[in-house]
């Protein structure tokens, strides 16, 4: 039986700091620390290999660096060791819930706690984490290793499928009928799209050189992790979104005109970020082409990832919309419900 000490030892707990950003904050120094560690190795050359022997060498590392980012609470364990800050709270946190008796009630609290940050991240969401970092070791392992001069240095008939796909659904100037799943267009007002006139001429010219094959096949690879990475960064994502401002503007917690008209407004702005967003990532060919080039240019094109963050606050606000829409229909069959039981 749950005394009023327990109660109150229960209460203090649930509304204490959250466990989840704070694990994630240390998460993210592991895996940053491995992501640097990958950025100043991935790519070395051994003098005695091919290029392709290189490839293969880089890729075991590659490998190897993603396991490493798959079991960041090992390497905080060796860091802090067992009386680590964050151990000792999730102990105290998982002693607390033990002590609760009735095995309905824990398991509700459980859920509640786990669903308010106030837990470690889970196996996914640690996993969904490494997923993101190891994306972005893949793009330092394909610009230095498996493109050499320009052109492929492994390309098997599986790639050349994959490219064979893009060309398919390609729109291409200076017509641009029959608009297809993907655009290439090299005009003359944005500066990447210059350098890569200077470089190829133009589009058909620049597909028809080797480099062409890898840059498609780098869409393809673009294309096909979109939904991925956007379910990675939303796994990761979801729990923290909800006190970063979110809450405020959830439509779940809509309780007037107003709110629901501000709601509303934010609405066209998530809608038209995810909708540029979204275009751009799959559509756009040659967004992130001149980062196959120069190195310069792929930390430039970091900045343009950060539309993917801007596509999961509109997941998770109309996400929202459609809890609040469920809502009411669910309310609307209650009342229907209701209303036949007092007329029968």
């Known amino acids: 039986m749950q005394t009023s000490s327990d109660n109150e030892s229960i209460q203090e707990w649930i509304t204490s700091n ?18 640097f560690v990958g950025l100043f190795s991935i790519g070395i050359r051994i003098p005695v290999f091919n290029d392709i022997q290189n490839l293969a060498f880089n890729t075991v590392w590659f490998l190897i660096l993603c396991v490493a980012l798959s079991v960041p609470k090992f390497w905080y364990f ?3 060791g067992r ?36 837990l470690p991240p889970n196996r996914l969401e640690t996993l969904s984490l ?9 793009d330092i392992l394909y610009t230095r290793c498996w493109i050499r001069d ?22 291409l100037p200076p017509l641009n009928e029959n608009r297809k799943l993907f655009s290439l267009s090299f005009g003359d007002y944005n500066g990447q799209e210059k350098i890569l006139k200077e ?12 480099f062409g094959d890898a840059a498609m096949f780098y869409h393809f690879i673009r294309v096909m992790m979109f939904v991925p990475i956007l379910a990675a960064l939303s796994i990761v994502l979801w729990q923290p979104l909800k006190f970063m401002g979110m809450q405020q503007i959830d439509p779940r917690n809509i309780h007037s005109v107003m709110s629901f008209l501000r709601s ?25 082409t001149l980062g196959l080039i120069d190195q310069e240019a792929w930390f430039d094109n970091l900045y343009i990832n950060v539309l993917y963050l801007f596509i999961v606050f509109g997941i998770r606000f109309f996400y929202g919309w459609f809890v609040f829409w469920k809502n009411i229909f669910l309310k609307f069959l209650a009342m229907l419900q209701n209303k036949h039981r007092t007329q029968t």
């Open 18 to 35: 959250r466990l989840y950003e704070e694990y994630l904050f240390y998460y993210l120094l592991i895996c940053l620390f491995w992501f």
């Open 78 to 80: 060796l860091i802090k």
């Open 83 to 118: 009386r680590g800050q964050l151990f000792q709270t999730t102990a105290k946190v998982y002693e607390t819930l033990d002590s609760i008796e009735d095995v309905e009630r824990r398991e509700q609290v459980h859920k509640h706690i786990a669903s308010n940050g106030k």
């Open 130 to 138: 490494a997923f993101l970092f190891a994306f972005i070791l893949f």
């Open 150 to 171: 320009l052109s492929l240095v492994w390309q098997p008939d599986w790639v050349n499928a994959c490219i064979g796909w893009i060309h398919n659904n390609l729109t």
């Open 199 to 210: 470089y190829f001429g133009d589009e058909w010219a620049f597909l028809a050189s080797p």
């Open 264 to 288: 509303c407004a934010w609405s066209l702005i998530f809608g038209f970020f995810m909708t540029i967003g979204t275009l751009g990532f799959l559509t756009n060919a040659n967004w992130f």
